[in-house]
Every structure is written in structure tokens, then in C-alpha cells.
């Protein structure tokens, strides 16, 4: 197992990171979610059976983790702001510093691109990720997120129109909500 872990580390790491940096933007976060792939990819290495390539079945788990990260994240701060009255209207301080992830980021366009990919819904930043980023094909793109090739087709095409549209706005002055 450690020479195909070692395989599977060395032709895929760098894109898995990317693909769970994409998601959460956030290099902590994503270091842990990569682990928590690899973790699961060991114990659950005897019950691949092939029927997809190697790559896709990663990605299928790094997909997993990161939506089961997004509801965790969701159920805690619901708890939270169950926890504090809201009533009290209170002046709240901004902090306009930037994040490492921000400033990694230097090319505008992608700058802009990265931002906008917030305003799609998750399965169309997920399509979007894999298609153009990734460059995994419609097929592959489909077996990862367990959708049909016609799914992924419409949720690209109904993606790339939010995306453009978002662009546009930014283009036009617009400020993009984060």
C-alpha cells in the first residue's frame, strides 16, 4: 500500500490541494481537509473496485470531506448565533487586512474570477473547479460528483452565466458581495 500511496501522493496532491483550496480558501482548512482525504483514502483503499480510474475515486472523497466540512461549518454557526441576542444593535469592527489567501492571489482577473466563484452554488463552483481548473473531462467531472454528463453540461453552462454575469457587474464598478 505505502508504494501506491506514495503513486497516488505524488500524481495527485498538487491538484487535490488546489481543488479543497478552491472550496474553502483557506490554507489551514485545506491542509486538514487533505489529510482527512488521505486518511479516508487508507481506510478505504481495499473497497476501490476500479470502476472509475484512481484520480476520479480521490476526487470523489476530497469532494465528501469538504461538503461534510461545509455542514459542520453551517451547524456551528447556527449554535453560535443561537447563542447571542441579536436585538442589541452594536457597531461591529472591520478588519480590512488582507488574508495570505489574498495575497497569493495577485492577477486581478483570477483575483476577480476566484471572488465571483462565491455567487455560484456549490455544485456549480464544484463543476467549475474540476472543468476548468482541474481539467478533468465531462465524464470524469460527472463520476466525481455522482452526477449525470447531461447534469454536469447544464450545471457548467447555468455556472458560467452566473460567473459571467457576476464579471460583468465588477466590470461595470459594480461591488461584489463576499
Known amino acids: 500500500m505505502k508504494i501506491v500511496f506514495d503513486q497516488l501522493y505524488d500524481n495527485y496532491h498538487h491538484d487535490l490541494y488546489q481543488f479543497i483550496f478552491y472550496m ?20 478505504s483503499h481495499k473497497s476501490f ?9 480521490l476526487f470523489s472523497i476530497a469532494r465528501h470531506v469538504t461538503i461534510d466540512y461545509f455542514r459542520k461549518q453551517t451547524r456551528r454557526k447556527k449554535r453560535i448565533l443561537s447563542f447571542f441576542d441579536w436585538s442589541v444593535k452594536e457597531e461591529l469592527v472591520e478588519d480590512h487586512a488582507f488574508l495570505p489567501e489574498e495575497l497569493a492571489i495577485q492577477n486581478e482577473e483570477i483575483q476577480a474570477i476566484y471572488q465571483c466563484l462565491d455567487h455560484c452554488t456549490f ?5 467549475i473547479i474540476l472543468r476548468y481548473i482541474q481539467s ?9 460528483l455522482n452526477f ?3 447534469k454536469v453540461k447544464t450545471t457548467q453552462h447555468r455556472g458560467l452565466k452566473e460567473l459571467r454575469k457576476q464579471l460583468e457587474f465588477r ?5 461584489v458581495d463576499e
Open 148 to 150: 449525470t454528463e447531461s
Open 171 to 175: 466590470s461595470k464598478g459594480g461591488i
Open 136 to 144: 478533468f473531462s465531462i465524464k470524469e467531472t460527472a463520476e466525481i
Open 123 to 127: 455544485d456549480q463552483k464544484s463543476v
Open 49 to 57: 473496485k476500479g470502476e472509475s480510474s484512481i484520480k476520479t475515486w
Open 24 to 43: 474553502v480558501k483557506d490554507k489551514s482548512t485545506t491542509e486538514d481537509l487533505v489529510q482527512e482525504v488521505y486518511i479516508k483514502v487508507l481506510k
